[in-house]
């Protein structure tokens, strides 16, 4: 059975980059649409953006200017960077693998990590 | 990007009673070229991440008990929970996979009548 775990501080100042990794257990990390959705407290889920294990990445316009994400297959990592934070980027952080069909649209998420709350403060 | 808007946000059951939850898309997401619905719903619970219950708007996950079941075409879809259990109070969330970004509902919040 797959299982993720994210890693990373749980607290960054503004203006500063959020950095978290994702180690994918009991399963390759080779095909897969490797994810990132955040969850401000309380509120609403947001998809960040995807990287498949190739490399290839796919990002949310919203964000596609601060996010930076990659892959090491050798360690069966993904990791997510964001860049110049602030209060609004202040959430529960989930690393999730995606799933498509027929090669087309977008994906479903069937296996998600525990989650990093990140708390953006001075 | 394609709003998802679910209804009502909050409900409350008695145990044993069915829990119907409405999902409606901005534009459709069924796919001429399959025929099949880019929608999915998500159950969380409190502390825990989303856990997938559905996706192609009616398949159950692996594991997923069949008092849960979805429906719908196009732009208006329904989780529906017949008998419901203690165990089912959380917040659901539908998804949509049809375009990017992949985009939520709200999420609605069930309770316990």
């Known amino acids: 059975q797959v299982r993720l775990q994210e890693s990373g501080p749980g607290l960054v100042k503004p203006s500063e980059t959020l950095s978290l990794t994702c180690t994918v257990s009991?399963?390759?990390?080779?095909?897969?649409?490797w994810t990132w959705i955040r969850q401000p407290p309380g509120k609403g889920l947001e998809w960040i953006g995807y990287?498949?294990?190739?490399?290839?990445?796919y990002y949310n316009r919203s964000l596609e200017s601060r996010v930076t994400m990659s892959v090491d297959p050798s360690k069966n990592q993904f990791s997510l960077k964001l860049s110049s934070v602030t209060a609004a980027d202040t959430a529960v952080y989930y690393c999730?693998?995606?799933?498509?069909?027929?090669?087309?649209?977008?994906?479903?998420?069937?296996?998600w990590g525990q989650g990093n709350l990140v708390t953006v403060s001075s | 990007d394609i709003v998802m808007t679910q209804s009502p946000d909050s409900l409350a059951v008695s145990l044993g009673e069915r829990a119907t939850i409405n999902c409606k898309s901005s534009?459709?997401?069924?796919?001429?070229?399959?025929?099949?619905?880019?929608l999915a719903w998500y159950q969380q619970k409190p502390g825990q991440p989303p856990k997938l219950l559905i996706y192609w708007a009616s398949t159950r996950e692996f594991g997923v008990p069949d008092r849960f079941s979805g429906s719908g075409s196009a732009t208006d879809f329904t989780l529906t929970i017949t008998s419901l259990q203690a165990e089912d109070v959380a917040v659901y969330y539908c998804?949509?996979?049809?375009?990017?970004?992949?985009?939520f509902g709200q999420g609605t919040k069930l309770e316990i009548k």
């Open positions: 534009q459709s997401v069924l796919h001429s070229s399959n025929n099949k619905n880019y």
């Open positions: 999730a693998r995606g799933r498509r069909e027929y090669g087309s649209g977008n994906n479903w998420f069937d296996t």
């Open positions: 009991g399963g390759s990390i080779s095909t897969y649409y």
């Open positions: 990287i498949y294990y190739t490399g290839s990445t």
């Open positions: 998804q949509q996979y049809y375009s990017s970004p992949p985009t």
